[in-house]
């Protein structure tokens, strides 16, 4: 996508703000969303990232007004439209399916949402073709979908929910038909385009990398609640629960009873591994689960580090990196992310160990 710039003559998109205040949903007997609170600054991507049934596309759908919640206030650019059908709430959508005119040229896809405005012909013609430059198919007009690339037809489709210059855009999984390499390209591009056009933008996946490439901030949501909402480096590094932490990445996990000793904590596990924690901020005695993540596993480490001897597993070249999967000599498998040039073995006997600052702790 060759990002051009609007006509100095077409003013600029300005994001609004949404806010979104004790949302909740209920079909039948089932709790889609329970009391769920949200503020998404003008301009700003937010990303809803959750599992399947974790309530983030439910959201989406009544803040589109597609569907009406049971209960909740949503309020764009300071306008209460909880109860406004979707045609008057000055936003544009982006689904997975494109969701193009296959009978239509990519021109009159894109003019339809001011046709129905009834915006004057010639303002249509300039608009369209501005957008089309914008997204980086000028030349695109007199196509037709089925001609088009499914990167193209995606671009197409978010050119159509600009066009018109909403306060918000929202978006649907819009790049999960495609295959990795599109998908990582056009998720630079939509993060650029974003903040070439400056529109408020909520974007649901549940992909954490897509999630941490395009997100100013991500509401990371569990069964119908927001888990956790923070920058993509908060998220990742400071996660509020053993749920978050896990679903952003990968996790070496440990369950046990925390014993405090001069001063210093030291979590102890069903079969008596033990884990030096950060001081003594956690009660004796409090059961907790704590995890560290694979890239702070190293080989060698020092004395003042978590120290295990253990038994390699297997080993997985990942082109940067090398992943290898170990056994504790106390009991439990772990993964560890080691530099490429890491000479570890299937079968050898290694050393391990992490910091304990590098340790996350949750509670039970």
């Not at 937010?46 to 919640?69: D, E, H, M």
Request: hydrophobic share 40%; glycine share 10%.
């Amino acid at each position: 996508m060759s990002l051009g710039s609007p006509s100095s003559k077409d003013p600029a998109i300005t994001g609004v703000p949404i806010h979104i205040e004790r949302c909740e949903q209920a079909f039948g007997s089932f709790v889609a969303l329970k009391g769920v609170s949200l503020d998404v600054r003008g301009g700003e991507l937010v990303t809803l990232l959750g599992p399947s049934g974790s309530g983030k596309t439910t959201l989406l759908r009544i803040l589109a007004g597609l569907i009406q919640p049971t209960g909740g206030i949503i309020r764009i650019g300071g306008r209460d439209v909880t109860y406004l059908p979707a045609e008057k709430r000055d936003l544009g959508m982006v689904f997975q399916n494109y969701a193009l005119f296959p009978h239509l040229t990519i021109f009159e896809n894109v003019a339809f949402p001011l046709r129905v405005r009834k915006v004057a012909k010639e303002e249509i013609k300039r608009r369209v073709n501005e957008t089309l430059a914008l997204v980086g198919l000028p030349d695109h007009g007199q196509r037709f979908p089925g001609q088009l690339s499914g990167g193209q037809q995606q671009r197409i489709a978010i050119a159509r929910a600009i066009v018109f210059r909403p306060g918000v855009l929202l978006m649907d999984e819009p790049l999960g038909s495609l295959d990795k390499r599109l998908r990582q390209q056009l998720q630079v591009e939509i993060r650029m385009l974003q903040k070439e056009v400056g529109i408020t933008t909520v974007y649901v996946t549940h992909d954490q990398d897509e999630a941490f490439t395009i997100s100013d901030r991500i509401a990371v949501m569990e069964r119908g609640e927001i888990a956790q909402i923070g920058t993509p480096s908060e998220i990742y590094r400071s996660p509020s629960n053993h749920f978050v932490a896990d679903f952003v990445g990968d996790l070496n996990c440990f369950k046990g009873i925390v014993h405090t000793n001069a001063g210093h904590s030291v979590l102890r596990t069903d079969n008596g591994v033990e884990i030096k924690l950060m001081g003594a901020a956690t009660a004796s005695g409090a059961a907790v689960t704590c995890g560290v993540r694979p890239e702070k596993v190293r080989l060698d480490p020092g004395a003042d580090e978590n120290v295990f001897s253990a038994v390699v597993r297997s080993v997985s070249f990942k082109g940067n990196h090398h992943r290898a999967e170990i056994t504790l000599a106390g009991g439990g498998n772990i993964v560890a992310d080691l530099p490429e040039n890491s000479s570890i073995r299937e079968g050898e006997s290694v050393r391990i160990g992490w910091r304990a600052e590098d340790m996350h702790i949750f509670a039970g």
